[in-house]
């Protein structure tokens, strides 16, 4: 069974990946329409105020989701949720980074043995590194029984 | 009735449902705006291959959904946080009903926060979270 608390140790708080991305307007406008979004900050290309709605940021957290050393621990991992909190506008265009590291690790016993949570946490910045949102991955792994 | 102001808020209210339009061909055109093109998300053949009952729709969608029914109920708000947790897949082609109720205010901050679900027609939870709003003062 993995320590968790020996995972927290040498894991927690240690960026893992750094991205650079530039929104695409078009993208962020078919994400606010087909969400049923109704506000022209989000639905209109040529408002003054045009940004990405928070589900688009949650979407620029996927792919590699965990450090590259970091244990298997049996399972697949599920995405089990997503948290965004926005400090600032994003728009389309602007050179943001987004860097991750694991925020949190934590696990629950289940009738079918423990569920692992990994909460991965990606902080987006513009150029000047001021932090414009925080995007939280919670990945749920279940473990696997040792034989 | 819409929200303009912190002041038009009361403890307990339900937002009006909101339900969203969960069609393959809208779910696929998320899916790919957002890089995850591909069966599970726009074939209910090709998901069912991967193991899945259908078509899924992405977890982030219905965070998606959810804002937009905060800012149909609240034109003038701003959602500063979101928190969804992803229960149960959602099926394409297949209803959600988006509810909501305001679970505290803070009237000198212009802060709301509401408890959020996304249901299927069965009254089965397939998302749940929280949302802060942040409105005008008055």
Known sequence: MVDIEELKKQFLNAE???????LDAEKLL?????????????TDIT????????????????????????????????????AVECFKPIRPGQPITGKSHLHDIYDKQGRSGRMIFIVVRMEIFDAQEVLLAISDSRL???????? | MSIQNILDVEFGTELPVFEPDTTLANVGAFARAVGWGGPRFESHEGARKEGFPGALVPGIMG???????????????????????????????????????????????????????????????RVFGTARLRLPKA
């Open chain 1, 16 to 22: 893992f990946d750094s991205k650079n991305f530039e």
């Open chain 1, 30 to 42: 078919v994400v606010a329409q087909t969400s049923g979004e109704t506000r022209a900050e989000f």
């Open chain 1, 47 to 82: 408002h003054a105020d045009f940004q990405a709605t928070p589900a688009f940021l949650c979407s620029l957290a996927s792919g590699r989701h965990l450090p590259i050393d970091f244990p298997s621990l049996g399972g697949i991992p599920m995405d089990g949720g997503k």
């Open chain 1, 140 to 147: 749920v792994i279940r473990e696997k029984p040792t034989a």
């Open chain 2, 63 to 125: 965070m998606g959904f959810l804002v937009s029914a905060i800012h149909r109920w609240a034109p003038t708000g701003t959602v500063e946080h979101i928190d969804g947790v992803f229960r149960a897949p959602m099926i394409a082609d297949t209803p959600a009903i988006i509810s909501a109720v305001v679970t505290d205010i803070d009237e000198d901050e212009g802060l709301v926060e509401l408890d959020m679900t996304v249901k299927n027609t069965k009254d089965e939870t």
